[in-house]
């Protein structure tokens, strides 16, 4: 193990993907403090209210990195040639997620330096209590290992290049779409007025009854269902990414249990299935 490490971290020093990333999470930072300032300065914020925004980009770098670096170890013979010389597949696989939440944490360290270096001078600080920015320092950075502990899964068991990194990114994506869905869906109000839907020269108006009484919001999860969304708001990284950016933490203990689900589930499949899969 600790040579595929060290054979590892030789080649993340010379990935320029690598640096890339981190460029880009500095770059975001400083886009979302900037954009952020006068809308903070405006309602009296703190800084907490830009600061947290890394985890939903950490969530689209960390699997498209996985699938640039892992997969050139497929198409250039690098992870066949350790098959053949002995090495056992579950310290390969180790060590890849290893790696990978190596850089997923980074990414997110960049941005959260940035956030600090730029944004307390802009600012003034937050407004949060110490032990609670503590709180979603910590859960961003569970968010970022569960990321890279499914993209490490997916791009493990896609044996070509091109064909993961397009898989993961549009997978990421598509997970964060979800997030988004999810976020939207739990935040519904479980009772609202009287809406009424009409039709006046081809545009659809909603009028709503603003002196009747609530009913039971349609658009509201409820029962199973309701259940289920829960379960996926703190089990996926992209559903906890919007918890993060949002300012909605709820139970940290839910949080980093989830995010540890996620890793433990995601990397019993992949050492399963990683097992079987054929590698030429």
């Known amino acids: 193990m600790h040579n595929l490490l060290c054979a590892a971290f030789a080649r993340l020093v010379r990935c320029k993907f690598f640096y890339i990333g981190l460029g880009a999470m500095v770059l975001m930072e400083l886009y979302t403090l900037l954009t952020e ?13 830009a600061f947290f925004q890394y985890p939903m980009v950490v969530a689209l770098l960390v699997p498209a990195f996985c699938g ?8 250039g013979g690098t992870l066949r040639n350790k098959i053949i010389a002995g090495v056992s597949r579950s310290r390969i696989y180790l060590a890849n997620l290893l790696l990978c939440m190596f850089v997923a944490l980074c990414f997110t360290l960049a941005a959260m330096l940035t956030g600090l270096a730029v944004g307390l001078p802009l600012t003034g600080g937050f407004h949060i209590e110490p032990g609670e920015g503590a709180a979603y320092v910590v859960c961003s950075l569970g968010v970022a290992l569960s990321t890279a502990a499914l993209a490490t899964l997916l791009t493990m068991l896609i044996p070509h290049r091109a064909v993961g990194l397009v898989v993961s990114i549009l997978l990421a994506f598509g997970l964060l779409f979800f997030g988004q869905y999810l976020f939207q869906a739990l935040n519904q109000p479980a009772y609202t007025l009287p809406t009424e839907r009409f039709f006046e020269n081809g545009q659809m108006y909603f ?55 996620c890793i433990l589930l995601s990397t019993g499949a992949g050492l ?9």
Request: glycine content about 12%; aromatic content about 18%; overall charge neutral.
């Open 207 to 261: 009028r709503v009854d603003y002196g009747g009484e609530e009913v039971p919001n349609p658009e509201y999860p409820r029962g199973v269902l309701r259940t289920v969304y829960q379960f996926l708001w703190y089990f996926l990284p992209y559903g906890q990414c919007f918890k993060v950016a949002f300012l909605q933490l709820g139970s940290v203990w839910m949080m980093l249990g989830g995010a540890a689900l």
């Open 37 to 49: 300032r006068y809308g903070l300065e405006q309602f009296n914020d703190g800084l907490e209210k």
């Open 68 to 75: 640039l670096f892992i997969g050139e170890e497929y198409s």
């Open 272 to 280: 399963l299935l990683f097992r079987r899969r054929d590698v030429r």
